[in-house]
């Protein structure tokens, strides 16, 4: 009866087993057995197969397979194999190359556990299983690899972006800043450490230089997803409320899948480009010497006035102003007398007209104005004063005086009086008039509907 149930027992044993080895090598796991009394290590069909073996050609000699291992990997093997016989382990475990039959190297997973020792404390038994985990590995390895490359090139970025002469934002989805290189630092006066995850307009406020209202930099809508915005006209307000003009350009990060996932903010400190941009405005506009408009910005005005007057009715009137005596100065003391002269009669001309009157040097000694008022009454008062100041000018050069007085001809702006060059030339004409009277006083054109003879007005008759 005891042999029976021995019997029966190993017969159990030998099924568990048998259904354990099966298992094991539907999963594709390789399993080995140590078993000194037998004489050895066996392997299973599977583990050898794994290694490019016949069935039993490795079995026997407990050490063989450690001479199968990468060299490099022998240390790592034989630390987790100490570690488990020294109690330090539940149970050994490495991850290390074998050699296979053909010369190449296969990645093995080994896990094992010894189940029996002598009195001493020597291995008896023992048994585990290998995994080839070589595709496992190779894929990490190329997880590495494209890990490194990222990272290099993210570096590579970064250090373009910390040295590059543009400003630098990048913001998240939720517009909380996430960089700023070193230019972006020194424009908006706030450190990178300060900025990173704050909202964008704690960090960065521009507006609009001419209408001073703030520039958005907003989610941008579906159909502006991939549109990059340009501003050249932008101003940067920082903490302590100073100024600095800058160029913008503003562009979305979207991801692969056309998802929105923050802004780049790139900008330049562009005040000097700005003022240089305005003083060759001013310049193109006015005149060197006495920085009234030049005879192009002032024809430019004059046309915009005509074309409103045609559509919307109203009335200014133009004057045409001719110095008398000026070649006289020039004659006896140069031109840079001549200059001097036409710098006090601009100034002279502009202290009696108002704010909004516009005043120009259409060349010479000739100047131009613009009455915004258009009442014909005021334009003959504000004739007589300019030839008033102009005549109590007192010019005077290397010590002596010139006395100089100055022919006004008035020509009305409104609808029906023809382009502008027919309203100057009209005025040209009373001036020529005033001239022929006398010099130093004003004349009206006739009315182009009555077509009445210019008629001279004496300075006298204002008085």
Known sequence: EDIDARKQAEARIAEAETRWNFALTSAGQGVWSLDMRKGGTTYSETWVRMLGYDDGELDGDPDRWLTMIHPDDRQIVAEADRAHLDGETAFFEAEFRMRHKDGHWVWILDRGKAIERDREGRLIRAIGSLTDITERKEAEERRKVSAAMLADEKERLRVTLQSIGDAVICTDAANRVTF???????????????????????????????????????????????????????VLIRRDDTRCSIR??????????????????????????RALQRQLAYAAAHDALTGLANRPSFIRTMEELVDRCRLNGGEHQFMFVDLDHFKAVNDTGGHAAGDALLKRVADAIRNVLGPEDIVARLGGDEFAVILKSGAPARATVAARCIIEAIRNLGFSWDGRPHSIAASIGLAPIRAGCGEVDEIIARADAACYTAKAAGRGCVSAAPDEVSKDEAEPLPLAAAS
């Open 180 to 234: 700023m290189n070193p230019v972006a630092e020194k424009l908006t006066g706030i450190a990178s450490g300060e900025a990173l995850g704050k909202v964008l307009g704690d960090v960065y406020w521009a507006v609009d230089e001419e209408t001073g209202q703030r520039i958005g930099l907003t989610r941008p809508s579906a159909a502006d997803r991939h549109h990059c915005d340009q501003n050249a006209r932008a």
């Open 248 to 273: 913008q350009m503003v562009s979305p990060i979207m991801n692969d899948h056309d998802e929105f996932c923050g802004l780049v903010i790139v900008f330049q400190d562009f005040t000097d480009a």
